[in-house]
């Protein structure tokens, strides 16, 4: 009894030795690999350089005059040219609020995301489009920046364009989805064995897998109680575009969506996700004071291998062109006021 005792003991902690010697030679592989001092820095166009995220939302969530290579913030903290004190008095101000679609994530200049063709476009002198967006925000985030900085302003119209976080929220809020996540970060035994074998075999393979929907109910929920609260501001709320489609390889699934933004479900399970969330967006229309513009709607009218184009090279976020297009759908909105 006492052999065995000991024999089981010197077994289990075999099996401990052996996992952290093959856990220090995939780490050791890992680095010589990947080792490359300028993969370590944030490069200088990227902007998380210009962020200025914290949880006291009354303050601009980005740096004031932050300039990098593409991408100038105003004294104020927007993605605009700079805007006269008069005229934030005078003028009929419009905001685009929301995530890094909103603020351009993708767009080559400050005058080609949505707000600076818009202030191109629209030909009225009377009125701004200040782009308010926020990277790596959700809708809570974007109505707290509201409620606490940018409700100042007195904006006469309010443009909404975010709820990709959200569902990546929905995804990464799983328990079971945050507890893998840790594993990954801390083993890279456990992380070749995710990419290898759990991922494109059970997630992908939509075998199992794991999301928070109630994140999407609440979403729409918010929204409703944000524009419903506010019922003398006009809102236009837009649906997210995207070439998301049930065709796409493996490869192209996760070099695009699931490894770009480590949030790993199927390729099913995200389309039911996206279509739920914009269906929630299009319910919105009920209220009196708020029109929904269907980009989706639009987009997916082009070719999957044309609309592609519209797009930085994943489904999210949009280049100059596809800022563009967006445009060119709101001028009508703007066109008499």
Same mark, same amino acid.
Request: one cysteine or more; proline letters at 2%; aromatic letters at 14%.
């Given at each position: 009894?006492?052999?065995t005792?000991?024999?089981v @003991? =010197?077994?289990?902690?075999?099996l401990?030795?052996g996992?952290?010697?093959?856990?220090?030679?995939?780490?050791?592989?890992?680095?010589?690999?990947?080792?490359? $001092?300028d *993969?370590?820095?944030v490069?200088?166009d990227?902007?998380?350089?210009?962020?200025n995220r914290?949880?006291? $939302?009354s303050?601009?969530?980005?740096l004031?005059?932050?300039?990098?290579? #593409?991408i100038?913030?105003?004294? @104020?903290?927007?993605?605009?040219?700079?805007?006269?004190?008069?005229?934030l008095?005078?003028k009929?101000?419009v905001?685009?609020?929301g995530?890094?679609i909103?603020?351009?994530?993708?767009a080559?200049d400050?005058?080609?995301?949505?707000?600076?063709?818009?202030n191109?476009?629209?030909?009225?002198?009377?009125l701004?489009?200040?782009n308010?967006? =926020?990277p790596s925000?959700?809708?809570?985030?974007?109505?707290?920046?509201?409620?606490n900085?940018l409700k100042?302003?007195n904006?006469?119209?309010?443009?909404?364009?975010?709820?990709?976080?959200?569902i990546?929220?929905?995804?990464?809020?799983?328990?079971?989805?945050?507890t893998? #996540?840790? %594993?990954r *970060?801390? #083993?890279? =035994?456990?992380?070749?064995?995710?990419?290898?074998i759990?991922?494109?075999?059970?997630?992908?393979?939509?075998l199992?897998n794991?999301?928070?929907?109630k994140?999407?109910?609440?979403?729409?929920?918010?929204?409703?109680?944000?524009?419903?609260?506010?019922?003398d501001?006009?809102?236009?709320?837009?649906?997210?575009?995207?070439y998301?489609n049930?065709d796409?390889?493996?490869?192209?699934?996760l070099?695009?969506?699931?490894?770009?933004?480590d949030?790993?479900?199927? @390729?099913k399970?995200? *389309?039911?996700l996206?279509?739920k969330l914009?269906?929630n967006i299009?319910? @919105?229309?009920i209220?009196n004071?708020i029109? =929904?513009?269907?980009?989706?709607?639009? $987009?997916?009218s082009?070719?999957?291998?044309?609309?592609?184009?519209?797009?930085i090279?994943e489904i999210?976020?949009l280049?100059?062109e596809?800022?563009k297009k967006?445009?060119?759908? %709101?001028?009508?909105?703007f #066109?008499?006021k």
């Amino acid at each position: 009894m006492k052999n065995t005792f000991i024999n089981v @003991l =010197v077994l289990f902690f075999s099996l401990i030795v052996g996992f952290f010697i093959i856990e220090i030679s995939f780490r050791t592989y890992s680095l010589i690999k990947n080792w490359d $001092f300028d *993969k370590q820095k944030v490069s200088v166009d990227n902007p998380v350089n210009c962020f200025n995220r914290n949880k006291d $939302f009354s303050v601009s969530q980005l740096l004031p005059n932050c300039k990098i290579p #593409s991408i100038s913030i105003n004294s @104020l903290g927007f993605r605009n040219d700079e805007i006269k004190e008069e005229d934030l008095i005078s003028k009929k101000l419009v905001f685009l609020i929301g995530e890094s679609i909103a603020f351009g994530w993708g767009a080559s200049d400050n005058k080609t995301t949505i707000t600076g063709y818009l202030n191109d476009m629209v030909r009225d002198d009377n009125l701004i489009f200040i782009n308010a967006g =926020v990277p790596s925000t959700t809708i809570s985030d974007s109505i707290l920046y509201y409620e606490n900085y940018l409700k100042k302003f007195n904006p006469q119209s309010i443009i909404i364009f975010t709820g990709w976080n959200d569902i990546l929220t929905s995804i990464r809020s799983n328990f079971i989805n945050k507890t893998i #996540s840790k %594993l990954r *970060k801390y #083993s890279k =035994v456990f992380e070749y064995f995710f990419y290898n074998i759990y991922f494109p075999k059970v997630i992908y393979s939509d075998l199992l897998n794991f999301y928070n929907e109630k994140v999407i109910d609440e979403y729409f929920s918010d929204l409703s109680k944000f524009t419903q609260n506010h019922p003398d501001t006009d809102f236009i709320i837009l649906t997210l575009p995207t070439y998301l489609n049930l065709d796409m390889s493996y490869q192209e699934y996760l070099k695009e969506i699931a490894g770009n933004v480590d949030a790993f479900v199927s @390729l099913k399970k995200l *389309k039911f996700l996206y279509e739920k969330l914009n269906n929630n967006i299009n319910k @919105l229309s009920i209220y009196n004071n708020i029109k =929904v513009v269907n980009i989706a709607k639009d $987009f997916s009218s082009i070719k999957v291998s044309d609309r592609k184009k519209l797009f930085i090279g994943e489904i999210v976020h949009l280049h100059d062109e596809g800022n563009k297009k967006i445009a060119e759908n %709101l001028i009508k909105y703007f #066109s008499d006021k």
